[in-house]
Protein backbone atom coordinates (compact mmCIF):
# COMPACT_ATOMS: atom_id res chain seq x y z
CA UNK A 1 0.00 0.00 0.00
CA UNK A 2 1.28 3.42 -1.17
CA UNK A 3 -0.20 6.56 -0.01
CA UNK A 4 0.57 9.85 -1.45
CA UNK A 5 0.19 13.88 0.03
CA UNK A 6 1.04 16.35 -2.35
CA UNK A 7 1.66 20.16 -1.39
CA UNK A 8 3.46 23.27 -2.94
CA UNK A 9 0.18 24.33 -5.06
CA UNK A 10 -0.56 28.38 -4.99
CA UNK A 11 -1.34 31.31 -7.22
CA UNK A 12 0.64 32.55 -9.24
CA UNK A 13 1.85 34.93 -12.67
CA UNK A 14 2.69 33.98 -15.47
CA UNK A 15 6.67 32.88 -15.64
CA UNK A 16 7.02 31.97 -11.92
CA UNK A 17 8.10 29.24 -10.39
CA UNK A 18 6.70 26.92 -8.77
CA UNK A 19 7.94 23.07 -7.03
CA UNK A 20 5.29 20.29 -5.97
CA UNK A 21 6.34 18.07 -3.40
CA UNK A 22 5.04 14.59 -2.94
CA UNK A 23 5.50 12.77 0.01
CA UNK A 24 4.76 9.29 0.16
CA UNK A 25 4.26 6.15 2.95
CA UNK A 26 5.05 2.42 2.44
CA UNK A 27 7.62 0.11 2.31
CA UNK A 28 8.36 -0.07 -1.27
CA UNK A 29 8.34 3.54 -2.78
CA UNK A 30 11.33 3.16 -4.46
CA UNK A 31 9.71 0.14 -6.65
CA UNK A 32 6.97 2.71 -8.09
CA UNK A 33 7.20 4.29 -11.24
CA UNK A 34 6.11 8.43 -9.75
CA UNK A 35 4.05 10.86 -12.15
CA UNK A 36 2.32 13.95 -11.94
CA UNK A 37 -1.11 14.25 -13.85
CA UNK A 38 -2.93 17.55 -14.31
CA UNK A 39 -6.82 18.08 -14.50
CA UNK A 40 -8.33 21.37 -15.54
CA UNK A 41 -12.05 21.99 -15.80
CA UNK A 42 -13.32 20.65 -18.49
CA UNK A 43 -10.42 18.72 -19.45
CA UNK A 44 -9.53 15.00 -19.21
CA UNK A 45 -6.83 14.15 -16.79
CA UNK A 46 -3.20 13.76 -18.48
CA UNK A 47 -0.04 12.43 -17.43
CA UNK A 48 2.03 15.69 -17.50
CA UNK A 49 5.60 13.87 -16.30
CA UNK A 50 6.46 10.62 -14.85
CA UNK A 51 9.97 9.14 -13.75
CA UNK A 52 10.44 4.94 -13.87
CA UNK A 53 11.75 3.48 -10.83
CA UNK A 54 15.26 3.36 -9.55
CA UNK A 55 17.66 0.80 -10.73
CA UNK A 56 18.48 0.93 -14.47
CA UNK A 57 16.76 2.07 -17.76
CA UNK A 58 14.46 0.66 -20.08
CA UNK A 59 14.16 1.66 -24.17
CA UNK A 60 11.40 3.94 -22.89
CA UNK A 61 13.83 6.27 -21.22
CA UNK A 62 13.55 6.83 -17.61
CA UNK A 63 11.65 10.05 -17.86
CA UNK A 64 8.29 11.00 -19.37
CA UNK A 65 7.02 14.47 -19.96
CA UNK A 66 3.95 15.81 -22.15
CA UNK A 67 5.31 17.87 -25.20
CA UNK A 68 3.27 21.30 -23.64
CA UNK A 69 5.33 21.09 -20.46
CA UNK A 70 8.66 20.04 -22.29
CA UNK A 71 12.02 22.30 -21.44
CA UNK A 72 9.81 23.50 -18.21
CA UNK A 73 9.27 21.22 -15.64
CA UNK A 74 11.42 18.71 -14.14
CA UNK A 75 10.59 15.31 -12.31
CA UNK A 76 12.33 14.17 -9.87
CA UNK A 77 12.63 11.87 -6.87
CA UNK A 78 14.33 11.44 -3.65
CA UNK A 79 13.93 7.30 -2.31
CA UNK A 80 15.40 7.65 0.71
CA UNK A 81 13.04 10.74 1.51
CA UNK A 82 9.94 9.20 0.03
CA UNK A 83 9.05 12.05 -1.83
CA UNK A 84 8.72 13.19 -5.40
CA UNK A 85 9.44 16.61 -6.98
CA UNK A 86 7.80 18.37 -9.93
CA UNK A 87 9.61 21.99 -10.75
CA UNK A 88 7.82 23.92 -12.74
CA UNK A 89 9.41 26.77 -14.47
CA UNK A 90 8.37 29.20 -16.68
CA UNK A 91 4.36 29.26 -15.85
CA UNK A 92 1.57 29.26 -18.52
CA UNK A 93 -2.02 30.39 -17.67
CA UNK A 94 -3.29 27.04 -19.44
CA UNK A 95 -0.81 25.15 -16.73
CA UNK A 96 -3.95 25.75 -14.67
CA UNK A 97 -5.19 23.02 -12.98
CA UNK A 98 -5.21 20.32 -10.15
CA UNK A 99 -1.93 18.54 -9.94
CA UNK A 100 -1.69 15.00 -8.92
CA UNK A 101 0.53 12.40 -8.09
CA UNK A 102 0.54 8.89 -8.39
CA UNK A 103 2.61 5.51 -8.33
CA UNK A 104 2.53 2.86 -11.08
CA UNK A 105 3.93 -0.47 -11.03
CA UNK A 106 4.47 -0.13 -14.93
CA UNK A 107 6.75 1.83 -17.07
CA UNK A 108 5.27 3.80 -19.10
CA UNK A 109 2.96 4.38 -16.86
CA UNK A 110 -0.94 4.24 -18.17
CA UNK A 111 -3.20 3.81 -15.30
CA UNK A 112 -1.16 4.14 -11.37
CA UNK A 113 -2.74 2.30 -9.06
CA UNK A 114 -1.86 5.09 -5.89
CA UNK A 115 -3.18 8.45 -6.12
CA UNK A 116 -3.29 11.71 -4.47
CA UNK A 117 -5.61 14.25 -3.01
CA UNK A 118 -4.36 16.89 -5.93
CA UNK A 119 -2.96 20.05 -4.91
CA UNK A 120 -4.21 22.97 -6.82
CA UNK A 121 -1.80 25.25 -9.36
CA UNK A 122 -3.57 28.77 -10.86
CA UNK A 123 -1.64 30.49 -13.35
CA UNK A 124 -2.72 34.23 -13.87
CA UNK A 125 -1.78 36.33 -16.88
Known amino acids: QVQLVESGGGLVQAGDSLRLSCAAS????????MAWFRQAPGKERENVAAIRWNGGSTHYGNTFYADSVKGRFTISRDDAKNTVYLQMNSLKPEDTARYYC?????????????WGQGTQVTVSS
Open 26 to 33: GRTFGAYA
Open 102 to 114: AASSTWPVISPEY
